[in-house]
């Protein structure tokens, strides 16, 4: 039998390395889209998946990804990770740098989500589901580069969900709300140190990957379109 596919658009070595290990263990052939592939050299040993590169702002590139896909198996499940953020005061803003942000962070969900939609919607089933953050709902100062692009993919994500629901295929959007553990070396920030005092303070992106799975496989009588998923220590 073909294993279902999962195609992990925005790879990195957080969640999206969460995933595709839970995703493979679970017996699905995942894809994984990334600018540098290079960084995901040692995932793809440890899982076997596919890498491939990937410019989600770019029409031509993602149509790429999912050829790609299409020729591992029967897609299933796709997950939009990629983020775009411009940082600083609204008066000091590179406009440049908040045109890219937009362009990966909401213009690359679409691109990625038409893509999975006309597969999905031909297969009758399926998820496609939105990585978001606080910024998707709340703007705050110095946040605008972020806060836009994040309130666009949770626009079309809902509308994706309310278009999409009723042919069988599920669209969710996630809303992190706090800072993601690190699970690989050298992902912790100067500016983020360890709090062995605080333990839990951070999101464990293996526990988010488990959510998501488990969205995916929701019964569809109770499917849910939006989730926050914060620490028992994170403030409203």
Known sequence: M?????????????????????????????????????????????????????EVADVASVE????????????????????GRARGPIADLDPESVRQALLVGAYGGFLVGQQAARRLLSRGSGSILFTGATASVKGFPGSAGF????????GL?????????????????????????????GQNR??????PDRQDRRLSPDAIAETYLATHRQHRSAWTWELELRPWLENF
């Open 190 to 195: 100067p500016d983020r140190p360890a709090e």
């Open 157 to 185: 994500a809902q509308s994706m969900a309310r278009e999409l629901a009723p042919k069988n295929i599920h669209v969710a959007h996630f809303i992190i709300d706090g800072v993601i553990a690190p699970n690989e070396p």
């Open 64 to 83: 790429n990804l999912f050829d790609v896909a299409d020729k591992a198996g029967p897609l299933s499940l796709v997950v939009f990770n990629a983020s």
């Open 2 to 54: 073909t294993s279902d596919v999962a195609v992990i658009a925005g790879a990195g070595l957080g969640l999206s390395a969460s995933l595709a290990r839970l995703l493979t263990k679970e017996g699905f052939r995942v894809v994984l889209a990334a600018r540098n592939l290079g960084k995901l050299s040692t995932l793809v040993d440890e899982t076997g998946a596919l890498a491939v590169e990937t």
């Open 147 to 154: 806060a836009m692009p994040k309130f666009g993919l949770r």
